[in-house]
């Protein structure tokens, strides 16, 4: 059976954090993600759909370096290049069917978006990189957890099928709430109660779908427009400019239905219609895309739940914590869902992975594990 002081769950940008944190505290530590790849819900594309470090996120895009400090520090730290959000343009809103879209003069957008070169990925590539591969082990899933007198023993299951033992003093899961509670296993149970709260908290992105519009030019900045367009008739409600920092050029948007609408109508309906609708609101040039991305979150095992299909906004951090007894000496939740201040954002996952990490670091201390 492998031993470690810290088993973390989740390879999402709050268990890399935590991964990253942990080893500068020279505190031993095994990271496990179930999917075949890190990064969770940070997810940055080609135009195929495959990883590539210049392409369109899929997930999480931007964020406020001047009202999130965490974020930005973490960037800074990391050296990473970024570049604004473009806004330079008009503007569109479509409010009725039967009337054509309006078209106003754009203001800036204050406070200023960012994104990174290269994508949302970058931050994950940065982590990685700089942490010992073996301790990061992807394709493995932990089914379950059970109390052991000095500590937690997970139950990991590889993705060749086969079934590993760790066991580990303390375990910090980096993973949305909802998905913790749906897909491990506790012996002893979880209280009652904190089944019920972890239920009731939302997962950021999950009950939401983007799709992508990939050309050869951004034209629509040729023609004055910023790209960004709210939307009444639909399908997509929200758009803005997707252009990396390398000017491949994109247009994305949320589809404005809940998932049970978008698995009615399928990706086939809903690419052709959110096509039509970028034809209406920027031009004729938009109606030939050189290539589309759709991802709907709501449809992803490993982010949503069918409690995550229906959107409630942003989660909010419980007065009497995410764990209670018998499992809270042993279990601290990681993830950007249980961020006090900045829940479900990037940098949600920033300040709640250096909670968890400040928390486990005094008790190592003082012996209190």
């Given at each position: 059976m492998m031993k470690t002081n810290v088993a973390i769950i989740g390879g999402g940008l709050a268990g890399l954090n935590t991964a990253r944190l942990l080893q500068a505290a020279r505190i031993n530590f095994l990271l496990f993600e179930a999917r075949a790849t890190l990064g969770g819900r940070i997810?940055?594309?080609?135009?195929?759909?495959?990883?590539?470090?210049?392409?369109?996120?899929?997930?999480?895009?931007?964020f406020w370096p001047r009202m999130q400090p965490a974020i930005a520090n973490l960037v800074a730290e990391l050296d990473l290049p970024t570049f604004a959000q473009n806004d330079d343009g008009d503007v569109?809103?479509?409010?009725?069917?039967?009337?054509?879209?309006?078209r106003y003069p754009g203001l800036t957008q204050e406070p200023e978006a960012f994104r990174l070169v290269g994508g949302s990925a970058a931050l994950v590539r940065a982590i990685a990189e700089s942490l010992p591969e073996g301790r990061l082990r992807c394709g493995a899933e932990v089914t379950g957890m059970r109390l052991t007198e000095d500590g937690v023993e997970l139950f990991v299951r590889l993705a060749d099928g086969q079934e590993e033992r760790v066991q580990a003093r303390r375990v910090i899961a980096a993973l949305p709430p909802r998905i913790l509670d749906a897909t491990v296993g506790f012996e002893p149970p979880l209280a009652p109660a904190t089944v019920q709260l972890w239920n009731e908290t939302s997962t950021w992105m999950a009950p939401h779908a983007k799709f992508f519009?990939?050309?050869?030019?951004?034209?629509w900045r040729e023609a004055g427009f910023s790209g960004t367009a709210q939307s009444m008739v639909g399908p997509l409600a929200e758009i803005h400019d997707a252009t990396t920092s390398s000017g491949r050029a994109a247009l994305f948007g949320f589809v404005g239905m809940g998932a049970e609408q978008r698995k009615a109508a399928g990706e086939r309906s809903l690419t052709e219609a959110c096509i039509q609708q970028f034809a209406r609101l920027f031009g004729e040039q938009a109606a030939h895309p050189r290539a589309t991305l759709y991802k709907d979150w709501a449809a992803d095992p490993l982010t949503a739940t069918s409690a995550d299909w229906f959107s409630t906004g942003h989660p909010h951090a419980p007065e009497g914590g995410w764990v209670t007894r018998p499992w809270k000496e042993r279990l601290t939740l990681a993830g950007s869902e249980v961020s006090p201040i900045e829940a479900g954002y990037l940098a949600g996952a920033v300040e709640a992975s250096a909670a968890a990490v400040a928390d486990l670091i005094q008790k190592f201390a003082t012996n209190k594990d």
């Amino acid at each position: 059976m492998m031993k470690t002081n810290v088993a973390i769950i989740g390879g999402g940008l709050a268990g890399l954090n935590t991964a990253r944190l942990l080893q500068a505290a020279r505190i031993n530590f095994l990271l496990f993600e179930a999917r075949a790849t890190l990064g969770g819900r940070i997810q940055t594309v080609n135009e195929k759909g495959q990883p590539h470090a210049d392409g369109f996120d899929l997930g999480p895009s931007w964020f406020w370096p001047r009202m999130q400090p965490a974020i930005a520090n973490l960037v800074a730290e990391l050296d990473l290049p970024t570049f604004a959000q473009n806004d330079d343009g008009d503007v569109v809103f479509e409010r009725m069917s039967r009337e054509a879209p309006k078209r106003y003069p754009g203001l800036t957008q204050e406070p200023e978006a960012f994104r990174l070169v290269g994508g949302s990925a970058a931050l994950v590539r940065a982590i990685a990189e700089s942490l010992p591969e073996g301790r990061l082990r992807c394709g493995a899933e932990v089914t379950g957890m059970r109390l052991t007198e000095d500590g937690v023993e997970l139950f990991v299951r590889l993705a060749d099928g086969q079934e590993e033992r760790v066991q580990a003093r303390r375990v910090i899961a980096a993973l949305p709430p909802r998905i913790l509670d749906a897909t491990v296993g506790f012996e002893p149970p979880l209280a009652p109660a904190t089944v019920q709260l972890w239920n009731e908290t939302s997962t950021w992105m999950a009950p939401h779908a983007k799709f992508f519009a990939i050309y050869d030019r951004a034209f629509w900045r040729e023609a004055g427009f910023s790209g960004t367009a709210q939307s009444m008739v639909g399908p997509l409600a929200e758009i803005h400019d997707a252009t990396t920092s390398s000017g491949r050029a994109a247009l994305f948007g949320f589809v404005g239905m809940g998932a049970e609408q978008r698995k009615a109508a399928g990706e086939r309906s809903l690419t052709e219609a959110c096509i039509q609708q970028f034809a209406r609101l920027f031009g004729e040039q938009a109606a030939h895309p050189r290539a589309t991305l759709y991802k709907d979150w709501a449809a992803d095992p490993l982010t949503a739940t069918s409690a995550d299909w229906f959107s409630t906004g942003h989660p909010h951090a419980p007065e009497g914590g995410w764990v209670t007894r018998p499992w809270k000496e042993r279990l601290t939740l990681a993830g950007s869902e249980v961020s006090p201040i900045e829940a479900g954002y990037l940098a949600g996952a920033v300040e709640a992975s250096a909670a968890a990490v400040a928390d486990l670091i005094q008790k190592f201390a003082t012996n209190k594990d």
